[in-house]
T-cell receptor, first 111, second 111 residues
Framework: RKEVEQDPGPFNVPEGATVAFNCTYSNSASQSFFWYRQDCRKEPKLLMSVYSSGNEDGRFTAQLNRASQYISLLIRDSKLSDSATYLC????????????FGTGTRLQVFP | DAGITQSPRHKVTETGTPVTLRCHQTENHRYMYWYRQDPGHGLRLIHYSYGVKDTDKGEVSDGYSVSRSKTEDFLLTLESATSSQTSVYFCAINDAGYEQYFGPGTRLTVT
């Protein structure tokens, strides 16, 4: 079983829609969760960290469910510019700084 | 944007030739990482460095070596390139936190 699993998509949504991605992880000791965004043929860029109590940054909301071992990303009022691949990332345990990356979920927002 | 550059940005080389990729940062960060990204896989860690002359292996280090003689430069060498090393290579840095910031990537093709 992969350490981090994501639905590869693509998720095709119209502008203005709300879309949610989930990511599950297998190691209950995992720490420090993140969502990264990667545009086609570009480097991954940090979108937001995910805190235990959930957090929001503008149109983006991230949630962590430790009991069920998943994190989620909700995008409200989708824009064409949100089209990208969203990577779920976590730190494997408390005694490492190394990150583990999911394969990503592709989002395509259409007019 | 984090001050990270990679060179070359694109390279085509033949099987059996040595190749060196360079990562340069202007942030004076201690920690540097080399990843490869392939379809169907998340980013996978090749090697990492915690400081000058302090390097260690990641999960896919076979066929790769690294060197870090200055804080700002982290070199990745393929001693004898193989077709399985055709990939996109990303360098990343972080400082005290666990978020990592990526360079623009090097697209390597081994023929």
């Amino acid at each position: 079983r992969k350490e981090v699993e994501q639905d590869p998509g693509p998720f095709n949504v119209p502008e203005g829609a709300t879309v949610a991605f989930n990511c599950t992880y297998s190691n209950s000791a995992s720490q420090s969760f993140f969502w990264y965004r990667q545009d086609c043929r570009k480097e991954p860029k940090l979108l937001m960290s995910v805190y235990s109590s959930g957090n929001e940054d503008g149109r983006f909301t991230a949630q962590l469910n430790r009991a069920s071992q998943y994190i989620s990303l909700l995008i409200r009022d989708s824009k064409l510019s949100d089209s990208a691949t969203y990577l779920c990332v976590l730190r494997a345990s408390s005694n490492t700084d190394k990150l583990i990356f999911g394969t990503g979920t592709r989002l395509q927002v259409f007019p | 944007d984090a001050g990270i550059t990679q060179s070359p940005r694109h390279k085509v080389t033949e099987t059996g030739t040595p190749v060196t990729l360079r990562c340069h940062q202007t942030e004076n960060h201690r920690y540097m990482y080399w990843y490869r990204q392939d379809p169907g896989h998340g980013l996978r860690l090749i090697h990492y460095s915690y400081g000058v002359k302090d390097t260690d292996k990641g999960e896919v280090s076979d066929g790769y070596s690294v060197s870090r003689s200055k804080t700002e430069d982290f070199l990745l060498t393929l001693e004898s390139a193989t077709s399985s090393q055709t990939s996109v290579y990303f360098c990343a840095i972080n400082d005290a936190g666990y978020e990592q910031y990526f360079g623009p990537g090097t697209r390597l093709t081994v023929t």
